[in-house]
């Protein structure tokens, strides 16, 4: 079971979701945070990479809070509820469930950082 849907991000929904986020459509507002979401997304895999590695499961997690916003405004979760039961470190969630779980998170941001990237 994949914890993420991947075949549903495409850059016209991104940049529809920046707009509705921000209330505003003129295409260098949503530009301007387009950069700042490549810039966050791309920190978020980063840190991720390095908690991973060190199997930091707590600090994952509050950079899980911190991000759960760009999950959920781009519909990329398969279930909310898993993410949310991973976000507060239930028991239920092993060692080895949360490492599928952030290295499917980890491809997942860079799938994004490679499709935002992509349109500068």
């Given at each position: 079971?994949?914890?993420?849907?991947?075949?549903?991000?495409?850059?016209?929904?991104?940049?529809?979701?920046?707009?509705?986020?921000?209330?505003?459509?003129?295409?260098?507002?949503?530009?301007?945070?387009?950069?700042?979401?490549?810039?966050?997304?791309?920190?978020?895999?980063?840190?991720?990479e390095t908690l991973l590695?060190?199997?930091?499961?707590?600090?994952?997690?509050?950079?899980?809070?911190?991000?759960?916003?760009?999950?959920?405004?781009?519909?990329?979760?398969?279930?909310?509820?898993?993410?949310?039961?991973?976000?507060?470190?239930?028991?239920e969630f092993q060692a080895?469930?949360?490492?599928?779980?952030y290295t499917e998170l980890?491809?997942?941001?860079?799938?994004?950082?490679?499709?935002?990237?992509?349109?500068?």
């Amino acid at each position: 079971m994949s914890f993420f849907k991947t075949d549903s991000i495409n850059f016209p929904f991104i940049v529809l979701k920046v707009g509705e986020l921000i209330e505003d459509n003129d295409h260098y507002k949503v530009r301007s945070h387009m950069n700042y979401l490549l810039e966050e997304i791309s920190y978020a895999r980063y840190q991720w990479e390095t908690l991973l590695e060190m199997e930091n499961w707590e600090g994952a997690s509050k950079l899980l809070h911190r991000e759960k916003l760009i999950i959920q405004q781009f519909e990329l979760a398969n279930d909310e509820s898993a993410l949310l039961k991973i976000q507060k470190r239930d028991p239920e969630f092993q060692a080895s469930d949360l490492k599928t779980f952030y290295t499917e998170l980890i491809e997942l941001f860079k799938q994004l950082e490679r499709l935002i990237g992509s349109a500068d």
